[in-house]
């Protein structure tokens, strides 16, 4: 059992220290790209912030792979109505997974304008979330209040910080402080995700006595 423990601490630090380290050097690039001397010059996209494809969001994406994987997992270990919830789960990871690597976001910024995105977001939470969290509890799912909690963490993260970045740019549009806050907002993002799929895993149902008799 300790040993375990360990090992779930390890692969969730190791991530928390790339996270870290990735988009530490996502500050830099962005930082000396904007001021002017770009030490990536063809290739900046590759360790932008928030380009698509670039190596920071993919770093993010992964995580809502990883923790949509594991939410069809629990669908395996489960029946009935649990099983159903965890299904739920798993499409708002596929959701997550599309709106992050499609950059969805920042697409509908700027067709509709930061305005009607925030409230869409707000809206999807405040309406989803609570549903969530009452089937949780109406049927009995062990783990289901942590998650839902995660994802509510995660929806803060995604739309709040955003607001404060740009409210950073509007009152301080210099390039140090706009690598700043786009770090600040995009780390944060990544960390809300990396604490979604750690509570995944640890709230992941145990497989049925069953398939482990015959393991």
Known sequence: MTSGRVRDDTWLWALLGLAVGLFGVGFVVRWRCTA??????????????????????????SLF???????????????????????????????????KLLSAHSVLERTDGAGPTLVGGVVASVLGLPVLAALGRAWRVPGSRDVVLALAVYALAA???????????????????MAAATTVEELGEALAALALLAVLVRRLPERPARHRSER
């Open 36 to 61: 002017g001397a770009c030490p990536l010059a063809g290739h900046l996209w590759l360790l932008d912030l928030d380009a698509v494809g670039g190596l920071p969001r993919l770093f993010t994406t």
């Open 65 to 99: 792979i990883a923790s949509t994987v594991v939410a069809v997992l629990a669908v395996t270990r489960t029946a009935g109505r649990r099983a159903l919830w965890w299904t739920a789960i798993a499409l708002a990871g596929v959701g997550l997974v599309g709106a």
């Open 159 to 177: 739309l709040g910080l955003d607001r404060v970045t740009a409210v950073v740019v509007a009152l301080d549009p210099h390039p140090f402080a």
